[in-house]
């Protein structure tokens, strides 16, 4: 019998007298109501028909006089003798209370709203529609960036980009490059030693060296990287910090290519006004040796604060390869010569932007990272 035929009769006539049986009966009423209201607008209906849908279940349910519920009422609590009707009117109260709040149309839509958006979200991923979480861009640190600006000069030039460990041995950071075992910046306080054979690399130069083996004479390349010393930080020092070493070689090189290059370089970073000076230095790996400076950018040779009223900047050390050197990198110094420079980049950037403290450079405060 299904409740529809049970709701027509009274419970006398359904043989449900006790209260077990009643509440069973109920608890079968409550389970349809349940499953209908689980039921509705299911499938692919448009709008009207599940407004349609909406009105047929509302009255099914709760239509005066021929609703389930009105029949409830009529046949089983008004034709339950007064003595009993106790357990069967808190029965069908609770069932009309759960009827009226799941069929009335309102609620009925709002329900079918709702599964409608679920069964969306579940078919086609979230509202793309909807704003999105906006998150910071980050900016190219200034180190970076210069050392990009740096490369994109030499690259103009023809040189090519080449890239050595930070983690190098003993043997290409000194030895190879004819630092002997009594010059100073092998001791212990410039270096830092992992073993007696491998150190973190003091310069980018033993590039130079591995360069040299892999791709022989002729060779053009700029290697920028990270180096390291066992040095106190200060404004001007850290104990890492970034290079880009330049090694030309190539048969007839001399020393009017170094200047040439490291002049024209000079003018393309900071304007062609710039000029530049040559001045004598020792470096174990070139000879002869020197240190090129720049005509202030700041006063244009005039004297300032930041060229210490020279007029002039300080900005790598150079020479033409020492013969060894070239040897100790497979190249025959009776057929090729080469000229060589190392540069700290954050000395550059420190110029390029007028920052005056080293250490700005790594403490990842964005208060000074976000101007660049
Ligand atoms: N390696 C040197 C340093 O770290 C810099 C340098 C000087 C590199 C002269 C060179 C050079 O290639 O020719 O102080």
Request: overall charge negative; aromatic content about 10%.
């Amino acid at each position: 019998m299904t409740i529809d035929e049970k709701t027509g009769k009274t419970l006398a006539q359904l043989g449900l007298t006790d209260s077990t049986g009643i509440a069973s009966l109920f608890a079968e009423v409550r389970a349809a109501a349940e499953a209908e209201a689980e039921a509705f607008g299911r499938g692919d209906v448009d709008e009207a028909e599940v407004v349609w849908q909406a009105k047929i279940l509302r009255d099914r349910w709760l239509a005066r006089g021929r609703g389930l519920i009105a029949r409830i009422d009529q046949n089983w609590l008004r034709q339950t003798p007064k003595e009993s009707r106790g357990v069967v009117g808190a029965e069908f109260n609770r069932l009309r209370q759960y009827a009226t709040a799941q069929f009335e149309i309102d609620p009925l839509l709002a329900a079918h709203r709702q599964k409608t958006l679920a069964r969306y979200e579940k078919r086609r991923g979230p509202d793309l529609t909807l704003p999105g979480n906006r998150r910071e861009l980050g900016s190219i640190h200034p180190v970076t960036r210069v050392q990009r600006e740096l490369e994109d000069i030499f690259i103009g030039l023809g040189f090519h980009i080449e890239t050595g460990p930070e983690i190098e041995s003993v043997y290409n950071n000194f030895d190879a490059l004819n630092i002997h075992e009594s010059h100073p910046s092998r001791d212990d306080w410039d270096t830092l030693y992992i073993s007696s054979d491998v150190l973190l690399r003091t310069h980018t130069s033993p590039v130079q060296i591995r360069a040299m083996r892999k791709y022989g004479a002729p060779l053009y390349i700029i290697t920028p990287g990270k180096c390291y010393r066992n040095e106190n930080p200060d404004a001007t020092h850290s104990a890492m910090f970034s290079q880009i070493e330049g090694l030309a070689v190539d048969a007839d090189i001399n020393f009017a290519d170094l200047k040439g290059t490291l002049d024209f370089f000079a003018k393309k970073f900071f304007g062609e006004k710039t000029r530049t000076r040559f001045q004598p230095s020792f470096f174990p790996f070139t000879e002869p040796s020197g240190e090129m400076a720049a005509s202030c950018p700041f006063c244009g040779g005039q004297g300032c604060r930041t060229c210490k009223d020279s007029g002039w900047i300080e900005l790598m050390g150079c020479g033409m390869v020492h013969p060894d050197v070239l040897r100790n990198g497979g190249i025959d110094p009776e057929r090729y010569s080469g000229w060589a420079f190392g540069l700290g980049i954050e000395r550059f950037a420190m110029l390029k932007y007028d920052i005056g403290e080293i250490q700005n450079f790594f403490q990842s405060d964005v208060r000074f990272l976000r101007q660049f």
